[in-house]
């Protein structure tokens, strides 16, 4: 039986968890001292004994599962403000110096196909530094958001550690996914200031 099963026979209990062993009609934790004999304590412990099974099975992957929830949300604040920012706001420039909202946003979408598409095996790029409007942006934005989706669905803790060529070199997939959500973030901060300036609320900021 797995781990994290869990069944109920007669009143007994029956679970892969580190201590226990099988009583009829009794739990017993030997290593803990701890017999629980009465019927109705049995059934009140099995209830809750089932939520621990549960997540003893749903943290089989806890540093990839992480790692996906971190870049689901910046992924979706990253596309909110890319669709939220109309039209004329693709030009804006924060100052003469710096690229546009249109420019920073092309950025995003290759490196993330860079990145990405490295860790599914196939590198490729999405080809948006030569985009300038907004729906074509946003398309090539929403691809790169599609690979990415790709890298981190196929992850588990088992292949995190798995080394792979990037534009960087040698690096874990773990690695290249997690310092590609941090690039992200770094340019959705960067990219807000032009939100701001344009007196637009930046999706993360949204009440």
């Not at 934790?29 to 099974?53: K, P, Q, S, V, W």
């Not at 690979?147 to 292949?159: I, P």
């Amino acid at each position: 039986m797995a781990i994290g099963d869990f069944r109920i026979l007669n009143f007994s209990v029956y679970c892969t968890y580190p201590g226990a062993k099988t009583g009829d009609p009794e739990i017993r934790f030997t290593d803990e001292g701890i017999y629980i004999m009465n019927r109705y304590y049995t059934m009140m412990f099995a209830a809750a004994l089932t939520g621990a099974c549960a997540l003893q099975a749903q943290a089989a992957d806890p540093l990839s599962t992480e790692a996906k929830q971190g870049y689901t949300r910046i992924k979706t604040n990253m596309l909110k403000m890319a669709e939220k920012m109309p039209e004329d706001g693709y030009s804006f420039k924060a100052s003469p110096d710096v690229k546009t909202f249109a420019q920073n946003l092309a950025h995003v979408a290759d490196a993330q196909m860079g990145a990405c598409s490295a860790v599914n095996g196939a590198p490729k790029s999405a080809g948006a530094a030569s985009k300038t409007t907004k729906d074509d942006l946003v398309a090539a934005l929403k691809d790169s958001i599609a690979e990415c989706d790709k890298a981190f669905d196929a992850l588990t803790d088992a292949t995190a550690t798995q080394m792979i060529k990037t534009r960087r070199g040698e690096q874990t997939k773990l690695g290249a996914l997690v310092g590609n959500t941090i690039h992200i973030n770094e340019m959705y901060g960067y990219m807000a200031v032009y939100m701001r300036m344009k007196g637009i609320v930046p999706p993360s900021s949204e009440k």
